[in-house]
């Protein structure tokens, strides 16, 4: 084996280690909403949401960026090693100290723009949680940017397992926003210990490594990350601050619940975008922009070949994939959910590698996604007192689309689609004619039988648990097992009819013979001894 062959061996184990561990952070993560709506009012799920939509926005836009320098300086530059971790080290802890200051000297900030007294007292609390979060969460960047994939996986689930834990146990026992909170605190608290000592081990001393020519120089390189971070951020979380202006905190609730996003769906569009970026690269610098359109298209038929059922799947039964997940006090965030979910199939456009290779795309969506954030920021704006919930998530999803819809347009010029090139796209279409035909065979049963089936589920899991003494909880076990027998038929009538039109890939379809003859027990050819 060469040494490029293991070299890319290392790289394919450094991304599966970090997949697992991602999918079993998100795992880990999504448990503790769906017990705070259990154990928190209303009232209170909205300030919880809120709080934390303040925390996680502003870890995300303070730091600008400057941890993802670590990835360039830390592979190259020996000599700044030190320096580079002391320059993200110093540069975080000021920035959340600067978070934090701002919301104890002004706790009102919070409270005048949500509208809620409850935020005004919190604001202090949430500094605190601001500051330790940023501080802390090199953690697990350090340790990807020195290629310790093994190490940066330990500490992405062990730091979500202690975090869902202390939370989980703090809405369990205590049931109040400020216990969520706390517990936050000593979760990043510690992280920030594991930190500092991770990096005296690797860094020995990296604390008397000051060079401020340097910090100069690495600020530079994250101008862009920051700037990208904040539109990101302006585009998809704005309309949650608009909601929470002019909407109580029981209605933010039903609102944000309703903005649920299902983990899968990012996860698996970042897996496929992360390894075809550098591939991309390498056919824009040979001039091959046929073969970048046909491998485009293939992973954009991989990804349709999930998305356009479950779409199909939860717009049917978004009614019972709400309450069962969140309970029927969140009925109301079912119509929310659908719009929310028009999205969806768009999300299959593998563009983002396309406009990585080309430096004008890139530019051109850049500005055009200036102009979303203005646009957004004004209507709602104009919409605030006038606007009801569906109105501000049915402007959310316009706006997702359209982005969608232009950076397919621009990616289609960079390659120079033309109309004779529309035959590619023939296996989406039966992807999408397949998924259609399940659907309607789901609103079939699902008319005739939904109702029937639910109250006997329902039934049936509260004796269930009530064998074991347990009173809670039949709403959730029933509402799965609802789930599970309608997805059964769903997926059995997508598979059928996607065979038939012949929406699967010949090659996938012989991998999954394989797999399915691995996982199958061998029968013995030999007879057995009397």
Known sequence: MGISEQKKESLTTQSVWILVAKIAGFALNTMLPLLVVRYLT????????????VAANAVLVLPFGFSMSAYYYLNRDPEKHHAAVLNILAFNFL???????????????????????????LSPLIGIVIWLWIFSSFLETAALAQQEARLGAVFIVFSQGIKTLLMIGAVVMFRTVDSIIYAAIAVFAGQSVLLVAYLHKRFPRFWAHIDLPFFRRQFAYTVPFGLSVMLYVGQTDIHNYFVSHSFSAAEFAI?????????????????????MIPKMSQLQDEDKKGEMLRLTVTATQKLAFF?????????????????????????????????????LPLFSLVVDPITRAYPKAAHFLLRVRVGIVIVLLAVFWYGIGRFGLLDM??????????EKLVAAWISARMLEVRFSDLHLLKPIGKIAAAASAAAVVLVVVYAAAAGQMMNLFLA???RALAFFGLAKGFEFVGGCMFLGLFASIFGTAYLVFAIWLGAVDPD?????????????????SEPKAA
């Open 95 to 121: 920035m959340g100290a600067a978070a934090f200051l701002v919301l104890f000297l002004f706790p009102g900030v919070l409270g005048a723009t949500f509208q809620s007294e409850e935020l005004t007292r």
């Open 508 to 524: 996938d379809k012989e991998k999954f013979s394989r797999l399915l003859r691995r996982a199958m027990p061998r029968r013995s």
């Open 307 to 343: 998305y356009f059922p479950l779409f199909a799947f939860l717009m049917v039964v978004a009614s019972e994939f709400i309450t069962t997940l969140f309970t029927s006090q969140y009925a109301a965030s079912a119509a929310i959910f659908r719009v929310n979910l028009i999205a």
């Open 42 to 53: 209303q009232e209170n799920v909205g300030v919880y949401r809120q709080a934390f939509l």
């Open 393 to 402: 998530i049915a402007i959310v999803a316009a706006s997702i689309v359209f």
């Open 460 to 462: 049936l899991a509260e």
């Open 255 to 275: 609102y944000s619940v309703g903005c649920f996003q299902l983990p899968l769906i990012t996860l698996l569009y970042e897996s496929v975008g992360s390894v």
